[in-house]
């Protein structure tokens, strides 16, 4: 099997619609902000949950900041849907794992065998197991669609399709934390050093 190409600061991004399982198309690149494209597991996942929590609490501060939120999952839509009410960003499935592959997103037992990953998995467990106990959320699959042991990946996307900068995680719980996400969008708003001397 040909091992994906992972993208790097400077490659170029085509243009494409993707369709969230539920709201308007997402536009990647975006003509007017910044794209936080975001690669996730499967739907349902209580490490995934535990970051997204972040993201939304922070939501309008990334919006502020010019930034739209798109994130894939490697679900059926029809699995993923239940879950986009709760969050005020673009859900798109790839259960085909077509855009993880475009994108270089790979999946690896380290994702999970990580001792980094030991803490972030304990603690969404146990908020997960709390949140299902409530009746709050559903009960993780016990086999997701694609597999337990994709690795996450993020990437911020200008609007010509620039890859302003990208993350591949080392493990399940390794992505931007909010505030690296908005330091990486004011930074790459700033001008260049060879705009400032123009």
Same mark, same amino acid.
């Given at each position: 099997? &040909? #091992?994906?190409?992972?993208?790097?600061?400077g490659?170029?991004?085509?243009?494409?619609?993707l369709t969230p399982v539920s709201g308007p198309p997402a536009v990647v690149p975006d003509p007017e902000r910044l794209v936080h494209l975001q690669? &996730? #597991?499967?739907?349902?996942?209580?490490?995934c949950?535990?970051?997204?929590r972040s993201v939304v609490r922070r939501h309008a501060e990334i919006e502020a900041a010019g930034v739209r939120e798109v994130v894939v999952f490697h679900s059926h839509?029809?699995?993923l849907a239940p879950y986009a009410?709760?969050?005020p960003f673009a859900l798109v499935a790839d259960p085909d794992k077509r855009l993880y592959a475009e994108f270089g997103v790979e999946s690896a037992p380290r994702s999970l065998l990580s001792p980094r990953a030991w803490w972030p998995v304990a603690r969404a467990v146990a908020r997960s197991a709390r949140a299902t106990a409530l009746g709050r959320e559903r009960r993780p699959p016990v086999r997701p669609h694609g597999g337990a042991l994709g690795l996450p990946a993020d990437f911020l996307i200008a609007p010509g399709g620039?890859?302003?900068a990208a993350k591949y995680g080392e493990h399940v719980y390794d992505q931007w934390p909010v505030d690296e996400l908005l330091t990486l969008a004011a930074r790459s708003r700033r001008p260049s050093p060879t705009?400032?001397?123009a």
């Open positions: 099997m &040909r #091992r994906s190409v992972k993208l790097e600061p490659s170029s991004v085509p243009a494409r619609t690669f &996730r #597991r499967f739907a349902g996942c209580p490490v949950n535990l970051h997204l839509p029809e699995e009410a709760d969050l620039r890859v302003v705009q400032e001397g």
